[in-house]
Structure formats: structure tokens, C-alpha cells
């Protein structure tokens, strides 16, 4: 199984930058993707970016040009920064990972997603 913890969280005032960063331990299978969700209070949790196999990326509308995200070359860390933060990104960043496994000698596959514990931002006005 895989293990992943975030870092880098914290209280900034709006206009400031942050970097979060997340490794994974452990393997399920090859690589499919890792990205970056974020629960706002009172709120769905909301895709924020993503990378998947290739490097394409995608952002949130609400987010393009001031985040930018990022993997290591051994794809198992990914990394977050945001720039121009503004009161609207205060959310719990989830970080998680997609992993893909052959699970039979038919060539079927399971995929499987695994999830940080969460890290707060919290960005005062």
C-alpha cells in the first residue's frame, strides 16, 4: 500500500505564497497520477491540480496562474505552489496518488487512489 504526508501548510495573509509538498511510500502499482485536492469550510471537497503520465496537467479555474504543480523525476512526491493567495484558497489540501496494477493473467487491471491525511492553508484578508 501507499502512504502519503503532506507538508507545508500555515497562515499567510492574502497576496503571500505557499509551497506544499507530499510524498508517497510504499508502492501499489505503476504510475497514473498524483494531484491536489482542497475542502473549504462548509464545502465539497474540489479538485485544485493535477499531473498525470506524460506530465499533463490541469488546474481549477480558480487557480490557473497562480498555482503550479509538480512531481519529482521518481514520481513519488508532488509539490504545490501558490502564489497571489487569496482568503477563497483557505481549504484542508489533500494530496493523493493513482496508482494501476495487472491484477490477472488476462491483463485486468485495478486502479487504485490513495490519500494524505490533509494539510491546512489558512490566508487571512
Known amino acids: 500500500q501507499v502512504q502519503l504526508v503532506e507538508s507545508g501548510g500555515g497562515l499567510v495573509q492574502s497576496g503571500e505564497s505557499l509551497t506544499l509538498s507530499c510524498t508517497a511510500s510504499?508502492?501499489?502499482?505503476?504510475?497514473?497520477?498524483m494531484g491536489w485536492y482542497r475542502q473549504p469550510p462548509g464545502k465539497e471537497r474540489e479538485l485544485v491540480a493535477s499531473?498525470?503520465?506524460?506530465?499533463?496537467?490541469d488546474y481549477a479555474d480558480s487557480v490557473k496562474g497562480r498555482f503550479t504543480i509538480s512531481i519529482n523525476n521518481a514520481r513519488n512526491a508532488v509539490y504545490l505552489q501558490m502564489i497571489s493567495l487569496k482568503p477563497e484558497d483557505t481549504a484542508v489540501y489533500y494530496c493523493?496518488?493513482?496508482?494501476?496494477?495487472?491484477?490477472?493473467?488476462?491483463?485486468?487491471?485495478?486502479?487504485?487512489?490513495?490519500w494524505g491525511q490533509g494539510t491546512q492553508v489558512t490566508v487571512s484578508s
Open positions: 510504499g508502492s501499489f502499482g505503476s504510475f497514473k497520477g
Open positions: 499531473i498525470t503520465t506524460g506530465s499533463i496537467t
Open positions: 493523493y496518488t493513482k496508482q494501476e496494477r495487472v491484477v490477472n493473467v488476462e491483463g485486468a487491471r485495478v486502479e487504485k487512489t490513495f
